[in-house]
Nanobody, 115 residues
Framework: QVQRVESGGGLVQPGGSLRLSCVVS????????MGWYRQAPGKQRELVAH????????NYVDSVKGRFTIARDNAENTMYLQMNSLKPEDTAVYYC????????WGQGTQVTVSS
């Protein structure tokens, strides 16, 4: 029912930057805490960052603190993940979902960090 469309991934060199976007359909985005998740090959999906409905409070997994910034624009039903100083270990498919997540997931967007 709720559609989440991730975009902005791609191939980038170590130390580079990307900005991911997530456009969410429906009328409940503004009252929903949201999160960015990622899944690397052979690994479980993990929470990268989450943000409260108002956008005032954010949290990050230790491995991305100081490098990634989560933000949202409730007027546009859009969430962002600014990714700086990218490392090869950031390579994964990145997904957006509610926080805590619902059971349905979009197709995600591939981020590949490589020379």
């Amino acid at each position: 029912q709720v559609q989440r469309v991730e975009s902005g991934g791609g191939l980038v060199q170590p130390g580079g930057s990307l900005r991911l976007s997530c456009v969410v359909s429906g009328s409940t985005f503004r009252i929903s805490a949201m999160g960015w998740y990622r899944q690397a090959p052979g690994k479980q999906r993990e929470l990268v960052a989450h943000i409260t409905a108002s956008g005032i409070t954010t949290n990050y997994v230790d491995s991305v603190k100081g490098r990634f910034t989560i933000a949202r624009d409730n007027a546009e039903n859009t969430m962002y993940l600014q990714m700086n100083s990218l490392k090869p270990e950031d390579t994964a498919v990145y997904y957006c979902n509610n926080y805590p997540p619902g059971s349905s997931w979009g197709q995600g967007t591939q981020v590949t960090v490589s020379s």
